[in-house]
């Protein structure tokens, strides 16, 4: 592959990668050619991860976000859609405990829209859509662009991986910034989400853009700058763009790691135990949705039948005719319980002291997660599904010594206690009630 650059020399990926670090962003062709090189092979590991880290470090500016975006999504093939109904999908930029994407794809289905949600594996602290789904045995990810098509004729949803076929210079790109501490950088997150989601073809797409402890953006100013960035790309993409600006200063869900967030979604799903905070924000991201999709009169009516999906039991048929399509136990939505792999040791964390929830460092449940086996510290390593944090307190809850906070699930004792240590320095115990952030803080469209 040898594309020639603006002085008609062939691209190469050193001096691409040597005026980023000079902090100046790449022409368009150039980023063409490293995200061809990306999914051809071309560009090696090491080029990647130094690619990103200059990025991180200096920024490509709007117009070269745009150019990558563009190059990434360009790197495979571009999905058309001849389907009886709208075709939307909603995508998180990571947090904790964030399972909402294995709500939402069923119970938009469910009420007529067609989700290709093409996903992401944990990424540095957060979780992974991928793997959570893949704690199911049998579950299939990685499915042909004519797979999907079949999938969606029939089922209305899957959730799948980036492909060879489909976004492979994010898949490629997205693994190695998993492990080389270079994800949160406004211009890498806005390719990487926008390059898979604009390849899907979608008429409509929502964004969960989340800031505090447990999310890539710390701070309330850097959620609305990644949410301008990505409305505004996806936007110029001719995608029709919402993002919602949401906290992630706690665990969305009472649990953190993959297994475990199955089982919150199919409490959820069944009505065993709804958690209020993914309840909510499953219909508040489904709403906007189904709104874009011309299936709702506005956000609010979309909401409501969102709930009406989950609450009739739609959304769990829906979910498990997903299951089934992509190779999992079809009967997992009467039988998980049964299915799900479990760790073999489990201890309390309990509260030292009396007072409140004061404030938790989310992104360290993030870590603990990690360390037990439910991430990963190198490329392709696999993961332990069965491993993470369940029953997890949320910020104002009242407490006494003693009273459990967190529950650990680990492969070994000695795994688990020292996730115990670290949740000790995670939760911070405070004498007055603090005020208890708000869910959903803005909106972007
Ligand atoms: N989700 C993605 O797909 N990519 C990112 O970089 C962050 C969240």
């Known amino acids: 592959m040898s594309m020639p650059n603006d002085q008609g020399a062939p691209h190469d990926a050193r001096t691409i990668i040597a005026g980023l670090r000079a902090g100046l962003p790449p022409a368009p062709a150039a980023l063409d050619w490293f995200a061809a090189g990306l999914a051809s092979g071309e560009v090696s590991d090491a080029q990647a991860g130094a690619f990103a880290m200059a990025i991180c470090l200096n920024g490509l500016g709007p117009a070269g976000r745009v150019a990558l975006t563009r190059a990434m999504q360009n790197s495979g093939e571009q999905l058309h859609w001849d389907l009886p109904g709208p075709v939307v999908d909603k995508h998180s930029t990571g947090g904790i405990g964030d399972c909402t994407s294995l709500l939402l794809a069923p119970a938009l289905a469910a009420c007529g829209a067609y989700v290709p949600m093409i996903s992401g594996r944990g990424l540095g602290?957060?979780?992974?859509?991928?793997?959570?789904?893949?704690?199911?045995?049998?579950?299939?990810?990685?499915?042909?662009?004519?797979?999907?098509?079949?999938?969606?004729?029939?089922?209305?949803?899957?959730?799948?991986?980036?492909?060879?076929?489909?976004?492979?210079?994010?898949?490629?790109?997205?693994?190695?910034?998993?492990?080389?501490?270079t994800v949160d950088s406004i211009d890498l997150i806005t390719a990487s989400i926008l390059s898979k989601k604009l390849a899907a073809g979608l008429e409509g797409l929502v964004l969960d853009v989340k800031f505090g402890s447990g999310?890539?953006?710390?701070?309330?100013?850097?959620?609305?700058?990644?949410?301008?960035?990505?409305v505004s790309t996806a936007q110029g993409a001719g995608c029709m763009t919402t993002a919602l600006i949401t906290d992630m200063s706690q665990p969305l869900a009472p649990a953190a790691g993959n297994a475990l967030e199955v089982i919150a979604v199919m409490e959820t799903l069944t009505g065993t135990a709804v958690n209020a905070a993914l309840w909510d924000l499953t219909a508040a991201l489904g709403g906007e949705a189904l709104a874009l999709g011309g299936l709702a009169a506005d956000a609010a009516d979309g909401a409501a039948r969102?709930?009406?999906?989950?609450?009739?039991?739609?959304?769990?048929?829906?979910?498990?005719?997903?299951?089934?399509?992509?190779?999992?136990?079809?009967?997992?939505?009467?039988?998980?319980?049964?299915?799900?792999?479990?760790?073999?040791?489990?201890?309390?964390?309990?509260?030292?002291?009396?007072?409140?929830?004061?404030?938790?460092?989310?992104?360290?449940?993030?870590?603990?997660?990690?360390?037990?086996?439910?991430?990963?510290?190198?490329?392709?390593?696999?993961?332990?599904?069965?491993?993470?944090?369940?029953?997890?307190?949320?910020?104002?809850?009242?407490?006494?010594?003693?009273?459990?906070?967190?529950?650990?699930?680990?492969?070994?004792?000695?795994?688990?206690?020292?996730?115990?240590?670290?949740?000790?320095?995670?939760?911070?115990?405070?004498?007055?009630?603090?005020?208890?952030?708000?869910?959903?803080?803005?909106?972007?469209?």
Not at 314 to 340: C, K, N, S, T
Not at 398 to 414: C, D, S
Request: proline share 7%; net charge neutral.
């Open 215 to 230: 999310a890539f953006m710390k701070t309330e100013q850097q959620a609305r700058a990644l949410a301008q960035a990505l």
């Open 306 to 445: 969102i709930e009406q999906a989950l609450q009739s039991g739609a959304a769990a048929e829906y979910f498990g005719h997903m299951i089934a399509a992509q190779g999992g136990p079809a009967d997992f939505v009467d039988r998980w319980p049964d299915r799900l792999p479990s760790a073999p040791v489990t201890l309390d964390f309990n509260s030292p002291l009396d007072g409140f929830i004061g404030a938790i460092d989310t992104e360290s449940l993030g870590h603990i997660v990690v360390q037990l086996g439910g991430g990963r510290l190198r490329q392709g390593a696999p993961i332990n599904p069965s491993v993470g944090l369940s029953n997890l307190a949320a910020i104002g809850t009242t407490v006494e010594p003693g009273q459990p906070l967190a529950r650990v699930h680990a492969a070994t004792k000695a795994q688990a206690e020292a996730a115990l240590k670290q949740l000790a320095a995670a939760y911070t115990i405070t004498d007055q009630a603090p005020d208890l952030p708000p869910l959903i803080i803005g909106r972007i469209t």
């Open 125 to 181: 602290h957060t979780g992974g859509t991928l793997d959570k789904l893949e704690s199911i045995p049998g579950l299939r990810t990685d499915r042909t662009t004519d797979q999907l098509r079949s999938q969606l004729a029939q089922t209305r949803c899957a959730i799948i991986a980036a492909s060879p076929q489909i976004a492979p210079a994010d898949r490629r790109l997205y693994a190695i910034r998993d492990v080389t501490a």
